[in-house]
Structures are given as structure tokens and as C-alpha cells.
Nanobody, 125 residues
Framework: QVQLVESGGGLVQAGGSLRLSCAAS????????MGWFRQAPAKEREFVAA????????YYSDSVSGRFTISRDNAKSTLYLQMNNLKPEDTAVYYC??????????????????WGQGTQVTVSS
């Protein structure tokens, strides 16, 4: 089993920044690709960013590209999402997810095997 615990969410004004963290346990962190997803009220879950096992390759949705940065520290078993220039439309619950089957990250939620409980990000205008 893999346990994922997100932290770092909160309330921030538009234009501000937050850094989310996702602490993993239960299995060697470098054995899985990781992703961030988000879900706003009354909307479907959407892909935000993904990173392959060794961190060399990253992927972003068009809506966050250039503003968000995904990274990982395999020695600390932790995934990060640096979010800059936040907008009200970024308001959502953010989830980290672990993908054991593929070396590279995936934009598809059904490719992920384990999910965290989520952390709320609220951006005020």
C-alpha cells in the first residue's frame, strides 16, 4: 500500500503563490510516477501536472503551464507543486496521485493507483 498526504493548501489572493507538498510512504517513492489533479465544486476532476519517476520529464495542462511547477525529491519521498500567479479559477481541491504502472506520468486519472485525501486551495479576487 502507498499512503499519500497533501499539505500546503490555503487561502491566497489572486496573483499570489502557494506550494503544495505530498508526502508518500509505504513503497519506494522513485518506483512511481506522480501527478497532481484538482476538482472544483460542480466540476469534474482535471489533470494539472505530472512528473516521471526520476523527475527528468514533466507535463502540464494548458491552463497552468508557465505558472505551476511540479517537482519531486525522491530522497525525501515528497512531491511538490509550486503555484505562482494564482487565479480565482485555480480554486479547487488539489490531489496528488501515484502511478505504479508507467515510467512517465499520465494525464489520465485512471492511470493512477493511489490518491491522497486532497488539500483545499482558494484564490480570492
Amino acid at each position: 500500500q502507498v499512503q499519500l498526504v497533501e499539505s500546503g493548501g490555503g487561502l491566497v489572493q489572486a496573483g499570489g503563490s502557494l506550494r503544495l507538498s505530498c508526502a508518500a510512504s509505504g513503497r519506494t517513492f522513485s518506483s512511481f510516477a506522480m501527478g497532481w489533479f484538482r476538482q472544483a465544486p460542480a466540476k469534474e476532476r482535471e489533470f494539472v501536472a505530472a512528473i516521471e519517476r526520476n523527475g527528468a520529464q514533466t507535463y502540464y495542462s494548458d491552463s497552468v503551464s508557465g505558472r505551476f511547477t511540479i517537482s519531486r525529491d525522491n530522497a525525501k519521498s515528497t512531491l511538490y507543486l509550486q503555484m505562482n500567479n494564482l487565479k480565482p479559477e485555480d480554486t479547487a481541491v488539489y490531489y496528488c496521485a501515484a502511478n505504479l504502472r508507467y515510467y512517465s506520468g499520465s494525464r489520465r486519472g485512471d492511470a493512477y493507483d493511489y490518491w491522497g485525501q486532497g488539500t483545499q486551495v482558494t484564490v480570492s479576487s
